[in-house]
T-cell receptor, first 114, second 110 residues
């Protein structure tokens, strides 16, 4: 069973606020990812990391930033939240085993910016 | 052309029938293929992976891969209402990049 945790589960916040979405995994996985998904829509990769001190932007442009100081922790930060940031944010991790990459997802954070 | 294509559905099948979900991909060098199930409001959950041509069975689920035709399918036998969800196809391409399709919504009716 995958052990990957996201907090908070739901977040309602006002425009202009700084927020950090937390993601932690206890499986020792090197690779971690942040996806953004609107209801009924596809997953969009916004950030990924292949290890400590390694972060890359994904396919979808995002105003968020990430950090990877520890293997188990991959937080996502929005410096100034806007209504356009309203979405579900999903964190995932996988073992670094070449092409046989199985992603395990956290429960997600549903963000609403008023 | 999208890298991974799926019919968005909804695909409606009666309880007990076989549900057939299809996915095509554009990168001929793709190596790994996955099916994720996502219930409404929940996170995707890996249900099948397949790496070589042919069929792979796991309980009521069978994944089929045909690299020459660049398609991968998922069969669900004896469909149950609890199988109603969106099924996401994901493919790892030559750059080891995992790409998701938009998903097919399956509805199993009583």
């Amino acid at each position: 069973e995958a052990d990957i945790y996201q907090t908070p589960r739901y977040l309602v916040i006002g425009t202009g606020k700084k927020i950090t979405l937390e993601c932690s995994q206890t499986m020792g996985h090197d690779k971690m990812y942040w996806y953004q998904q609107d209801p009924g829509m596809e997953l969009h990769l916004i950030h990924y990391s292949y290890g400590v001190n390694s972060t890359e932007k994904g396919d979808l442009s995002s105003e968020s930033t990430v950090s990877r100081i520890r293997t188990e922790h991959f937080p996502l930060t929005l410096e100034s939240a806007r209504p356009s940031h309203t979405s579900q944010y999903l964190c995932a991790s996988s073992e670094s085993r070449g092409a046989n990459e199985k992603l395990f997802f956290g429960s997600g954070t549903q963000l609403s910016v008023l | 052309q999208k890298e991974v294509e799926q019919n968005s559905g909804p695909l409606s099948v009666p309880e007990g029938a076989i549900a057939s979900l299809n996915c095509t991909y554009s990168d001929r060098g793709s190596q790994s293929f996955f099916w994720y199930r996502q219930y409404s409001g929940k996170s995707p959950e890996l249900i099948m992976s397949i790496y070589s041509n042919g069929d792979k069975e796991d309980g009521r689920f069978t994944a089929q891969l045909n690299k020459a035709s660049q398609y991968v399918s998922l069969l669900i036998r004896d469909s149950q209402p609890s199988d109603s969800a969106t099924y996401l196809c994901a493919v790892t391409g030559t750059a080891s990049k995992l790409t998701f399709g938009t998903g097919t919504r399956l509805q199993v009716t009583l």
